[in-house]
Nanobody, 117 residues
Framework: VQLQACGGGLVQPGGSLRLSCAASGPIFSIKFMGWYRQAPGKERELVAA???????????SYADSVKGRFTISRDNVKSAVYLQMSSLNPEDTAVYYC????????WGKGTQVTVSS
């Protein structure tokens, strides 16, 4: 099973994007789904997570900066996770990675998000 992330691209400040991450096959006993991002010259960091119970959490370091702008959601049937992003600004520019933790720790290859005018 592989994760395929898509939905990134070039967007102007203030714009929106919806990232999607779907598994190529069913994943059972999912414990955790999350989105991470890695900006140029920086380490990869968690942006948002959603538990098997549907509870969402935004990483403390990003909580204020993404609050009200980013929303994570999931589709258990499709083993998919989404990240709706709005009011994007240049600081959101990064490669975004999805991750699904079950019995195996799955990572997507990443999708580039560039916010620029």
């Amino acid at each position: 099973v592989q994760l395929q992330a898509c939905g990134g691209g070039l967007v102007q400040p203030g714009g929106s994007l919806r990232l999607s991450c779907a598994a190529s096959g069913p994943i059972f006993s999912i414990k955790f789904m999350g989105w991470y991002r890695q900006a140029p010259g920086k380490e990869r960091e968690l942006v948002a997570a959603i538990t098997d119970g549907g509870n969402t959490k935004y990483a403390p370091s990003y909580a204020d900066s993404v609050k009200g702008r980013f929303t994570i959601s999931r589709d258990n049937v499709k083993s998919a996770v989404y990240l709706q992003m709005s009011s994007l600004n240049p600081e959101d520019t990064a490669v975004y990675y999805c991750r699904i933790v079950a019995r195996i720790d799955y990572w997507g290859k990443g999708t580039q998000v560039t916010v620029s005018s």
